[in-house]
């Protein structure tokens, strides 16, 4: 028969469990935690439209181009900026004519004299302050694996004398850090990786002037050592999905998840920027639905970073008129809903959280603990364990405890 427990002795066995397992929670999760503290919390909704596939390719896109200016010049924050479109830019497409010639892959940049009216429409957007530039790509694709392609599409593709659309082309040959000639996938050798980030880096640099200093991975797939080159030619930002992905599998579907990614968390010489949300009129992912992710992002003091691309914007009149409705829709109703939101380009936005810029970024304790809190509880596992544990609730309570005073 055990001797009885008085109340004392089971409030500290009760008291000693809880803190065993907060340690557990912290010991397993920190180096989630230490992300999402470390993740700037801004002051304002932040709405930026992330456009991809931009540059060499269908001439269609210079008229395309410029009607988004006009309709993102026209919509202004309360500061009086404009809206803000980047442009992932691809910086070639294959020469045909020097294909069929040779029977080895050749290229004709954008440089060519054949985009130059399409040259001019991305710059005179950037003069306006509607268009940042990022790259995407030197091209949409790795070519080794389009010219090893047994598929007559792909095939005919290539000896196209007009310039042609790459979201024709089979989804697996659209990644351009990997060798999908076959699946599943392949890693690239690092010196063919060096080589080819070394290309594209000086291609764009030499036409619009500088080195990129954001790049966003075709279909969102890349690897360390893609990322190590990057880095070491200049590149500062890499615009991510919320995790890495770094192959496809046997079926030529995204694979090799290598776990969540943060704002501002580091990998290798570079920062992250997380693109979630989207904005895709021909997938449905229209106005509405936007505006809710603004909503949900605002909400955790996160920028809203949408994705959409140049096929929403080109093709039929009824396709086209209707995006660029929505956009227009989508740009009102965010500014009426939100009175203090802010637009910005996503380099210039990651500089100013980069460096703490007060402007942009919380530094008050209780306003970022309560941000903490609400982004703790939706990470799978950890949220369920942190209400069960009382993290949550003690969060709460110490933002409540320092105020939006706080120190």
Known sequence: MFPPI??????????????????????????????????????????????????AGPLEQTKALNRLADILSSCRDHRGQPAVMTLAVILAVPDAAAIRASGKYRRRGLDNAQFAALRESMENGVKQGVFALQLHGLEHYWPPSLMASGDETVQHWLTQDTPQSTEQLPAHLQSRWIDATTLPSRPL???????????????????FGGIPKVVVP???????????????????????????ITCRDAEGKPACYQGRVHNLETGRGIYYLVRDDYFEPMLGHAATETLAALERKTALARPCLLETHRANFLGEREHVDHALRELAT???????????????????????MLSGDPQWVEKRLGPRLAVFAGRLALIPRLGKLSRFSGLHLMLKWAAALFGPQGS
């Open 6 to 55: 008085d109340p004392l002795t089971w409030l500290l066995l009760i008291v000693t469990v809880w803190l065993a397992l907060l340690a557990l929670i912290m010991i397993y999760f920190g180096p989630t935690l230490r992300a999402l503290w470390r993740e700037p919390v801004l002051r304002h909704p932040v709405l930026i439209i992330e456009s991809d596939d931009w540059g």
């Open 189 to 207: 050798q690092e010196r063919d990786i060096q080589t080819a980030v070394g290309e594209e880096i000086e291609l764009y640099q030499r036409i």
């Open 218 to 244: 075709p279909t969102f797939i890349w690897s360390d050592v893609v990322e190590a080159a990057w880095a070491a030619a200049g590149v500062k930002y890499v615009v991510t999905p919320g995790r890495k």
């Open 330 to 352: 989508l740009l009102q109703q965010a500014s009426d809903r939100f009175p203090r939101l802010c637009f910005i380009s996503t380099e210039a936005l990651a500089e100013a």
